[in-house]
T-cell receptor, first 110, second 114 residues
Framework: KNEVEQSPQNLTAQEGEFITINCSYSVGISALHWLQQHPGGGIVSLFMLSSGKKKHGRLIATINIQEKHSSLHITASHPRDSAVYICAVSQNFGNEKLTFGTGTRLTIIP | EAQVTQNPRYLITVTGKKLTVTCSQNMNHEYMSWYRQDPGLGLRQIYYSMNVEATDKGDVPEGYKVSRKEKRNFPLILESPSPNQTSLYFC?????????????FGPGTRLTVT
């Protein structure tokens, strides 16, 4: 079993829909990261959180430490949101090791 | 502009021919890392460096070497590349802030070993 599991693996939705991507992990963490990877490969850090909730524009990330679960929400989705979203956890044993999920491929249809 | 740069962006080479992928950051970050990304496996850490002259193995270090002689540079060396090292490689740097490390990724290097 992977230490970081994402669901769904693939998600197709209509423009304007509310999107939720889930991430569950099985290890102790110091932080959880949400990353975005567009076709063409570049990776951008969207959020880094250790508790609670963060919001940036139409994106919201939440984490529940007790349940070892995080969600990434996108409100009023747009075709430009089409990308692979990757969850990663930091296990801060003094070396800042990152363990990644395999990603969720999101496609927003106009 | 704050950034992480990698060169080359694309490389096709043959088995056994030594190569180096360069990584440089202009943000004075102490922590740098190399990852490879493969379909179905996601991103996996190859090597990381906590500071100059301080490097250590990640999850998949076999067949790779790194060095950190300067804070800004963290090259990845493949002494004798093999086809199973065909992959998309990312360099990242990060700065510790409030006890957490925010990651900044380079644009990626797509390597094909024939």
């Amino acid at each position: 079993k992977n230490e970081v599991e994402q669901s769904p693996q693939n998600l197709t939705a209509q423009e304007g829909e509310f999107i939720t991507i889930n991430c569950s992990y099985s290890v102790g963490i110091s932080a959880l990261h949400w990353l975005q990877q567009h076709p063409g490969g570049g990776i951008v850090s969207l959020f880094m959180l250790s508790s609670g909730k963060k919001k940036h524009g139409r994106l919201i990330a939440t984490i529940n430490i007790q349940e070892k679960h995080s969600s990434l929400h996108i409100t009023a989705s747009h075709p430009r949101d089409s990308a692979v979203y990757i969850c990663a956890v930091s296990q801060n044993f003094g070396n800042e090791k990152l363990t990644f999920g395999t990603g969720t491929r999101l496609t927003i249809i106009p | 502009e704050a950034q992480v740069t990698q060169n080359p962006r694309y490389l096709i080479t043959v088995t056994g021919k030594k190569l180096t992928v360069t990584c440089s950051q202009n943000m004075n970050h102490e922590y740098m890392s190399w990852y490879r990304q493969d379909p179905g496996l996601g991103l996996r850490q190859i090597y990381y460096s906590m500071n100059v002259e301080a490097t250590d193995k990640g999850d998949v270090p076999e067949g790779y070497k790194v060095s950190r002689k300067e804070k800004r540079n963290f090259p990845l060396i493949l002494e004798s590349p093999s086809p199973n090292q065909t992959s998309l490689y990312f360099c990242a740097s990060s700065l510790k802030s409030g006890g957490l490390y925010e990651q900044y990724f380079g644009p990626g290097t797509r390597l094909t070993v024939t």
